[in-house]
C-alpha cells in the first residue's frame, strides 16, 4: 500500500483557526491559530505560520511565531525564520536560520556536570 501524499496549503491560502490531522502537510501559504498533527508538518520558504505547533517531525523553510512541541524532531533549514521556543528530543538548526527562542531537549545530563 503506497503512502498517503501529504496534504498542501498553497502559496495563495490564508488560514485562521486551529489544524489538526493525522497526515503529511505543507504549508505554503499563511496559518494563524494551533496546529496539531500525528505525523511531518514541512513550512516552506513562502509559507509564514503564527501558531502553537505539535506534531512528530517539523521543517521550517519559511517564517515561524509559536511554541513548538515534537516528539521526534524540529529542523530549522537554512534561510529559515522562527521566533518561540522549542521542545523536542532532536533539533537541528542550520547555519543561515534565524532563531530566538528557547529550545528544551529532554536528555539526561550526567553527573558532576
Do not use: W, Y
Amino acid at each position: 500500500m503506497a503512502a498517503e501524499p501529504p496534504g498542501v496549503i498553497g502559496k495563495g491560502i490564508s488560514i485562521r483557526g486551529n489544524l489538526s490531522g493525522g497526515g503529511d502537510l505543507i504549508i505554503e501559504g499563511t496559518v494563524e491559530g494551533q496546529i496539531s498533527l500525528k505525523n511531518h508538518l514541512t513550512i516552506e520558504e513562502t509559507g509564514v505560520v503564527r501558531a502553537d505547533i505539535e506534531a512528530e517531525r517539523l521543517t521550517i523553510r519559511g517564517e515561524m511565531s509559536g511554541n513548538i512541541v515534537a516528539s521526534e524532531r524540529v529542523a530549522v533549514m537554512a534561510n529559515a525564520k522562527v521566533m518561540g521556543d522549542i521542545k523536542a528530543p532532536v533539533v537541528i538548526i542550520e547555519d543561515g536560520a534565524g532563531f530566538k527562542g528557547g529550545i528544551e531537549m529532554d536528555v539526561p545530563i550526567p553527573d558532576g556536570l
